[in-house]
């Protein structure tokens, strides 16, 4: 009897045969697709691999004007760049998939995993390889969750599959129709080609940042006063008013508590406990990392699937809160305590385990949690993630950490003054999460009724801050809160907003041509922008799962409102186009030139590359290369006034103009390296305000950098 077992990616497929049989045997299809053979209960079984998605939609007719009729077709026939990563793969399970006896879905267990089984089986396997076939279900690539997910498998869910495949619909109906319509816009009204995208959940989660880019282009600072008190003690206190916006009342303030000492009015104590944090969801996760280590939630995304896929970790796309009580805490501990510094934290823990949740629940996965394996080899990166993981996994298990708060209120001259002090007075789940920083305060010995000399009384004018700008955890967050995209989209549309230009910095700004695409579709079709509607659409996708909706009428409905965004566009097309088409020559604006024009950034296609050019072009042929990854900074060059870029690893800053040099950074050491691979001129070894890194000598003609990490491969 033959099998066929279809996994998701090379790794998880290597996973599950080994965890199946310990003579498992790797083969390879074409010298470039391992596959795996074994024997298991009397069956020959052979382990097939996905890529990710092997197959995509396409319109059935690509000369319509709008593409509502699609099928789906082997990625590598739709896009060319995908041609030779997943050919082989689509071909090796058509030749060892086919006949099979009985066949096996093996890939992660969420929406897009279930298409990327679905759509092997279907379209590569035969005609009844669906009618042959059950559901692994696992959330983590341990030997005993496969073996378990192997003996009790279940059906494949019909609703999932339907709910996966309305949804890469819906995208595809709003991205390539409505993006399509917006560049055909600007063709009209200026006969330019602007390569532009909108979504579904992309185009309100722009809207969002364009909001809050108003709101702090609009706010007008308020001044307002702090009086503080600097006291005998290294104590300071605050006027108990706080913000104070009256000048007037702020002089009264400061004048009548000059040459005063400080009365001790009343002295509060209090207890108050911190509760254990939750265990990570996937957003939690992102949030976390960006905290601690700067990291990207596409980033943190990326080490937490490599985490699962390695075993080390348990599947991170879920919206879980809660480790259920099937899970062997005892048996993680004990193998996480083989690494010395876990089990120190392990050997504290209570006697109950019994871990602090949080509401959130996901009924495919638990929340994100060590399997046990410690890992062999992880990179520096990857295993700031996986520490993460584990101390967060550890703590959830301890008790609360308790405070006890002084709040002291002082007079002087009449007027009171307030200070605070906490200190810890028991660690708790502190003393196990050295990613929490642990504010301990010395209590200063002082009782009702004493006077403290008051060394000086501190006036400080401030201005009120505008609304901060969102970064990409707390973006991820709102968007979580708004029920926009899911746990796994959304730090892919972060993603593409910066890949758009749309927006830059870690301090997320909308740059002119982001604003003004929601400007003007709010306009001219104020339903692409509405966060209703998209959340309307994925209350209805949930309701597929839930059985409450079919496909067909989501999609229909899709279609609909998608037609009636189209027709908006297309009335409206030469002030759409006009309006997209002026910010994005005004978001390019990088500064003046000599002769009084801008200077602009463009891209050249021949060369494949970014320049800078004058607006008066061709009076002015004034043009300057522009170093691939670099940025425009908001300042300028002080000998002639170009603007300054960074470029490189490690990042450098220069002049635009390469000539002029004045600005670049110096080298303090000329030590040669290797070869330049760019123009064959000599490296050399540079120290730089950002450190130490490998620079041509060619520089500023050449301007070829790397670190010295990766000064090897680059040279080879």
């Known amino acids: 009897m033959n099998e066929v077992i279809i996994c998701e990616k090379p790794k998880s497929a290597e996973k599950i045969a080994k965890a199946l049989s310990s003579k498992a045997k790797k083969n390879v299809f074409n010298k470039k697709v391992k596959y795996w053979t074994l024997e298991r209960d009397g069956k020959d079984i052979t382990v097939l691999s996905a890529v ?126 409505i993006s399509k319509a917006l560049m055909k816009s600007v063709s009209a009204a200026k006969k330019r080609f602007l390569k532009l995208s909108a979504g579904r959940v992309q185009t309100p989660t722009l809207s969002i940042l364009v909001d809050r880019e108003k709101e702090i282009k609009k706010f007008v600072p308020k001044p307002y006063w702090l009086i503080k008190a600097l006291l005998d003690g290294e104590i300071e206190a605050d006027h108990v008013d706080g913000k104070i916006f009256d000048k007037t009342r702020a002089e009264e303030i400061f004048s009548n508590c000059e040459n005063s000492d400080a009365a001790v ?121 996986y520490e993460l993981i584990v101390y967060r996994f550890i703590s959830v298990f301890f008790e609360a950490a308790t405070f006890e708060t002084m709040s002291t209120t002082l007079d002087i001259g009449g007027e009171k003054f307030k200070f605070r002090r906490r200190r810890v007075t028991h660690k708790g789940w502190l003393e196990h999460y050295p990613f929490k920083k642990i504010d301990n305060e010395e209590f200063p010995d002082v009782k009702e009724g004493d006077s403290i000399i008051v060394k000086e009384i501190v006036s400080e004018e401030k201005e009120t801050k505008p609304p901060a700008r969102y970064n990409q955890a707390s973006l991820i967050k709102e968007l979580e809160k708004r029920e926009l995209g899911t746990k796994a989209t959304r730090a892919d549309i972060i993603d593409k907003l910066y890949d758009r230009k749309y927006i830059t910095g870690n ?3 909308v740059n002119q041509l982001g604003e003004n ?42 279609e609909k409102e998608v037609k009636v965004i189209l027709g908006d566009i297309d009335k409206n097309k030469v002030k759409i186009g006009s309006q997209i088409y002026d910010a994005y020559q005004e978001s390019n604006i990088v500064g003046k030139c000599k002769c009084g024009g801008n200077l602009v950034k463009k891209y050249s296609p021949k060369n494949k590359s970014t320049f800078v050019g004058c607006s008066n072009y061709p009076d002015c042929k004034a043009t300057y290369s522009v170093p691939k990854g670099a940025n425009f900074l908001k300042k300028t060059c002080k000998t002639c006034g170009l603007p300054i870029i960074s470029f490189g690893k490690p990042r450098q800053h220069a002049c635009l103009d390469p000539n002029c040099g004045k600005e670049n950074t110096k080298p303090r050491e000329m030590k040669v390296v290797g070869v330049c691979p760019s123009c064959g001129k000599e490296l050399i070894k540079r120290s730089g305000r950002y450190g130490e890194f490998v620079g041509c000598r060619g520089f500023p003609k050449c301007r070829f950098t790397c670190s010295l990490d990766e000064l090897k491969d680059k040279v080879q």
Not at 145 to 152: F, K, L, S, T
Not at 341 to 362: C, M, Q, V, W, Y
Not at 535 to 553: V, W
Request: charged content about 30%; proline content about 5%; hydrophobic content about 30%.
């Open 52 to 177: 990710g998605h092997l197959y995509s939609l396409t319109p059935d007719n690509p000369k319509d004007k709008v593409y509502f009729d699609l099928h789906w077709a082997p990625l590598f026939e739709i896009d060319k760049k995908y041609k030779n990563y997943t050919k082989d793969y689509v071909r090796a399970i058509k030749k060892y998939a086919k006949d099979a006896d009985s066949y096996i879905h093996a890939c992660d267990y969420d929406i897009e995993g279930t298409l990327i089984g679905y759509h092997a089986l279907k379209y590569g396997c035969g005609d009844d390889a669906l009618k042959k076939s059950s559901r692994m279900k696992f959330s983590t690539l341990t030997k005993k969750d496969i073996v378990e997910a192997y003996e009790n498998r279940i059906p494949i869910d019909r609703h999932q599959v339907d709910s996966g495949v309305a949804r890469h619909i819906l995208d595809f109906y709003f991205g390539v129709n």
């Open 265 to 385: 009015d009343k002295i509060k104590y209090s207890n108050s406990t911190t509760k254990p944090p939750v265990p990570f969801n996937l957003g939690g996760l992102q949030s976390e990392a960006y905290n601690v280590f700067g990291f990207s939630p596409k980033k943190t995304q990326t080490i937490a699937q490599s985490l699962y896929t390695a075993g080390y970790t348990s599947y991170p796309r879920t919206s879980s809160q809660k480790l259920p009580e099937s899970l062997d805490f005892k048996s993680i501990f004990l193998q996480l305590s083989k690494n010395s510094e876990f089990r120190t934290h392990i050997s504290a823990l209570p006697a109950k385990l019994k871990p602090n949740e949080g509401k959130k629940e996901d009924a495919a996965h638990p929340a994100i949690h060590p399997t046990g394996i410690l890992p062999d080899k992880l990179d520096k990166d990857e295993l700031k993630i």
């Open 507 to 509: 301090k997320i700004e």
């Open 517 to 558: 695409i929601i400007d003007t579709l709010s306009e001219y079709c104020s339903n692409l922008t509405s966060e209703e509607l998209t959340r309307d659409f994925e209350n209805k996708l949930e309701g597929i799962d839930n059985d409450k909706a079919t496909r067909e009428s989501v999609v229909a409905e899709g």
